[in-house]
C-alpha cells in the first residue's frame, strides 16, 4: 500500500525565505505526483503536476521536483510572501491506479 | 470551466438523520472522485467514478454511505444514520478524459457538522 509523509507538518518563516517542502511515497512505481494549495476551510487548488518521466515542473515562484527512485518530491518556493501562508499536499497516484493517494500537508505561514 | 461545484456547502445535522451532497464537476469530465477530509488530515479516498461506472469503493464507505452518479453527470453522496464520527469536509474532484496523466480539480467542499 502505497504512503506519503510530508515533512515539516509545520513552518513558520519570515516574508522573502527561499523554503522547501517535502514530500516521500513508499513505492516508487507512480504514475504522477501532484502538488495542492489548501487555505483554511477551503478546496485543493492544484500547483503543479509532475509525470513520472519528469524531474520537474515550474510556475512561477514554484519549482517542484521529483526522484522517483529515491521516492520523493520537493516542493521549493522562492521569496516567499504572506499570501503563501496555506497547507500545501502532496499527491501520488500509483502505477496501475486511478486514484491518488494524499499526504497529511505541511501547514505554512510566512509572516510579515 | 466553471469549476467543480458542490452543495451545499456546509451542513449541520443531528445524529441519525439523513444527508445528501451533491458535485456538479467541470463539463465533460469523466472521472469524479469523492474523498473525506477531517482536521489536520489529508484528503481520504472514498469512492470513484469513470462517467456513471462507480469503479472503486474505499473501506471507509460503510453500509450507510451511498454515491451514484447518474447519467455520468452530477453525483450524490448520501450519508444515511449520520454518527458524530462522519463530521468532516467532504470533497469532489473532477478531472478530464480516460488518460491517468491529467490533473485532478478540487470543488470547495461540503462541511458537515453532526451533533
Known amino acids: 500500500k502505497q504512503e506519503v509523509t510530508q515533512i515539516p507538518a509545520a513552518l513558520s518563516v519570515p516574508e522573502g525565505e527561499n523554503l522547501v517542502l517535502n514530500c516521500s511515497f513508499t513505492?516508487?512505481?507512480?504514475?504522477?505526483l501532484q502538488w495542492f494549495r489548501q487555505d483554511p476551510g477551503k478546496g485543493l487548488t492544484s500547483l503543479l503536476l509532475?509525470?513520472?518521466?519528469?524531474r520537474e515542473q515550474t510556475s512561477g515562484r514554484l519549482n517542484a521536483s521529483l526522484d522517483k527512485s529515491s521516492g520523493r518530491s520537493t516542493l521549493y518556493i522562492a521569496a516567499s510572501q504572506p499570501g503563501d501562508s496555506a497547507t500545501y499536499l502532496c499527491?501520488?497516484?500509483?502505477?496501475?491506479?486511478?486514484?491518488?493517494?494524499f499526504g497529511r500537508g505541511t501547514s505554512l505561514i510566512v509572516h510579515p | 470551466d466553471t469549476g467543480v461545484s458542490q452543495d451545499p456547502r456546509h451542513k449541520i445535522t443531528k445524529r441519525g438523520q439523513n444527508v445528501t451532497f451533491r458535485c456538479d464537476p467541470i463539463?465533460?469530465?469523466?472521472?469524479l472522485y469523492w474523498y473525506r477530509q477531517t482536521l489536520g488530515q489529508g484528503p481520504e479516498f472514498l469512492t470513484y467514478?469513470?462517467?456513471?461506472?462507480?469503479?472503486?469503493k474505499s473501506r471507509l464507505l460503510s453500509d450507510r454511505f451511498s454515491a451514484e452518479r447518474p447519467k455520468g453527470s452530477f453525483s450524490t453522496l448520501e450519508i444515511q444514520r449520520t454518527e458524530q464520527g462522519d463530521s468532516a469536509m467532504y470533497l469532489c474532484?473532477?478531472?478530464?478524459?480516460?488518460?491517468?496523466?491529467?490533473?485532478?480539480?478540487f470543488g470547495e467542499g461540503s462541511w458537515l457538522t453532526v451533533v
Open positions: 474532484a473532477s478531472s478530464p478524459g480516460s488518460q491517468r496523466r491529467n490533473t485532478i480539480y
Open positions: 499527491a501520488v497516484l500509483p502505477g496501475g491506479s486511478y486514484i491518488p493517494t
Open positions: 509532475i509525470q513520472s518521466s519528469q
Open positions: 467514478f469513470q462517467n456513471e461506472a462507480q469503479l472503486e
Open positions: 513505492d516508487s512505481a507512480i504514475y504522477n
Open positions: 463539463s465533460e469530465h469523466n472521472r
